[in-house]
């Protein structure tokens, strides 16, 4: 079985200023990890994964996370951040041998101008 | 483009009420989900299917049972609606392969009174 674990339940920033969501997960076997975003009203969408090779991977509008095996880490950060990337994060975890996926608590990110 | 459609954003129902949720996705997926997501849980998985008229149960599924009929469409059916099953419900597909996302609906926030 899995678990994540979301460090942080809400994280509010100005704009322009650094961030990071953390997400540690807990597993017996081999994972793929994702973290997917939900902005207001809408359902979730998939930001970045890692499936395997380079442990840091990168999404389309700037946000990046990075695989630690040692750590059981799936942190998300982006440089600078903007008023629209006000959403909740979610982070997931899912075995290399299975379709399942486990969620996190979800992090609410809240952009303040 | 994907699509995951679920029929209602909003829904009002009264206890010991039969209730269906609908989902549709036009992906050909092989894989579909039903999560209901509750304020500081996250999403739970309540039932997952991989194939017509196969079914798995997920984390939570009592009190829920499913239907896939076809391969587009998976029924989510709240048999005796009872006020603990208020929360938002999600659908999500995938297509077959374990690295594969899942695609989301915008949700159906279900009221039970």
């Known amino acids: 079985a899995q678990s994540v674990t979301q460090l942080d339940s809400q994280v509010p920033v100005f704009e322009e200023a650094p961030v990071e969501l953390r997400c540690n997960y807990s597993s017996s076997v081999s994972v793929y990890l994702f973290w997917y975003v939900q902005y207001p009203n809408q359902g979730l969408q998939l930001l970045l994964k890692?499936?395997?090779?380079?442990?840091l991977v990168k999404s389309i509008n700037g946000f990046e996370a990075e695989f630690n095996k040692s750590q059981t880490s799936f942190h998300l950060r982006k440089p600078s951040v903007h008023i629209s990337d006000t959403a909740e994060y979610f982070c997931a975890v899912a075995p290399t041998s299975g379709s399942r996926l486990t969620f996190g608590e979800g992090t609410q990110l809240t952009v303040n101008p | 483009d994907v699509k995951v459609t679920q029929s209602s954003r909003y829904l009002v129902k009264r206890t010991g009420e039969k209730v269906f949720l609908e989902c549709v996705q036009d992906m050909d997926h092989e894989n579909m989900f039903w999560y209901r997501q509750d304020p500081g849980l996250g999403l739970r998985l309540i039932y997952f299917s991989y194939d017509v008229k196969m079914k798995e149960k997920g984390d939570i599924p009592e009190g829920y049972s499913v239907s896939r009929e076809k391969k587009e469409r998976f029924s989510l059916i709240l048999e005796s609606a009872s006020t603990n099953q208020t929360s938002m419900y999600l659908c999500?597909?995938?297509?077959?392969?374990?690295?594969?996302?899942?695609?989301f609906g915008d949700g159906t926030r279900l009221s039970i009174l």
């Open positions: 890692y499936l395997s090779g380079s442990t």
């Open positions: 999500a597909s995938s297509s077959t392969g374990y690295n594969q996302p899942q695609h």
